[in-house]
């Protein structure tokens, strides 16, 4: 995919609008067939529930040629924090074009990347992809992924694990980011926990996916502080969530992590950010993988 190249007759880059959706969703079926409509759908009226950030864009950008979209790119804002003061996110995500006007690809996220003060993620880049973002200075922030089984980990110190909703009394001990990351992906459909101590409340977020082809379901660790608090609490974890018979487990690192009863694979679902503000691996609040389906 080219990032360079004049636009030809016809062919604009421009915002998605409401009215373009049925289009849009019939781009995305061509560029991943995989997905259904109904995947497209959700995944578009997910991102247009999210709080509007500023004056970004609402679901990203398309390639139009003289009335045909040919060409999408979805666009996740977010406030990272959940707070008017948070520094601003966006995960790029479902980029595709149709063959013929690959080479006028690279526009669309040339379009995004304009915003200097915006930390962008891509965060399940296709192998041509990659080569893109590299090429365009995103850096890594996890090399792959680590794959464990929390409850085999021993636990070590007297605790318990609660469901996160509004009226646990624990939620009051988590800063108000915290409460807000908790209670709105929660509401996505995600496993929002809290792991207890005698002196501390840790929260974490999972979400269930798909993995090997679509054969094996697995908990995607989608918010916790450090991979030290989640070796911590992995033990009571495990056991609360083999409760909903969860077993497997992935999460994003750098390297194997330590404490967890595992495997490290390295090179497998590599994620990229450019931008003011480096991701901790481990964090993936409001993003494809918290919203869209699987």
């Known amino acids: ?34 997905r259904s409509r109904q995947h497209w759908m959700h995944a578009l009226r997910r991102i247009g529930d999210l709080p509007t950030v500023g004056n970004f864009p609402r679901y990203g950008y398309i390639l139009d040629h003289a009335g045909t979209i040919v060409g999408v790119m979805l666009t ?24 013929d006007f690959r080479a006028y690809a690279g526009k669309l996220i040339m ?4 915003q200097r003060d915006v930390t962008f993620l891509s965060v399940t880049p296709a192998p041509v992809t990659r080569k893109v973002v590299e090429a365009l200075r995103f850096k890594r ?21 609660v469901n996160a909703h509004a009226d646990a009394p624990e939620l009051m001990q988590l800063p108000e980011h915290e409460r807000h990351i908790l209670l709105k ?12 101590t ?25 918010y916790c502080r450090s991979h030290a608090d989640l070796s ?30 595992g495997r490290y694979f390295a090179e497998i679902g590599p994620k990229y950010f450019k931008g003011p503000a480096l991701p901790v691996p481990g964090d993936l609040t409001f993003t494809e993988f918290a919203l869209f389906n699987e």
């Open 1 to 34: 995919m080219s990032v360079l190249g004049a636009m030809p007759e016809g062919l604009v880059c421009r915002l998605i609008e409401e009215a373009d959706w049925q289009a849009v969703i019939d781009c995305l079926q061509r560029g991943f067939p995989g």
């Open 232 to 261: 911590r609490c992995a033990g009571a974890l495990g056991r609360h969530m083999l409760r909903s018979g969860k077993i497997f487990y992935l999460v994003d690192a750098r390297a194997p992590v330590p404490g967890l009863v």
């Open 111 to 114: 379009a995004a990347l304009r």
């Open 76 to 99: 996740l804002y977010f406030r990272h924090g959940g707070t008017d003061e948070g520094s601003v996110r966006c995960n790029l995500s479902s980029w595709t074009v149709d063959p």
């Open 141 to 161: 922030f996890a090399d792959g992924q680590h794959a464990f089984l929390p409850a085999l980990s021993p636990v070590r110190t007297r605790s318990r694990v």
């Open 198 to 222: 005698d002196r501390s409340v840790t929260p974490f977020v999972f979400k269930t996916r798909r993995v090997l082809k679509g054969l094996v379901p697995a908990s995607q660790v989608i």
């Open 185 to 196: 992906h929660a509401a996505l459909g995600c496993d929002a926990l809290m792991c207890i």
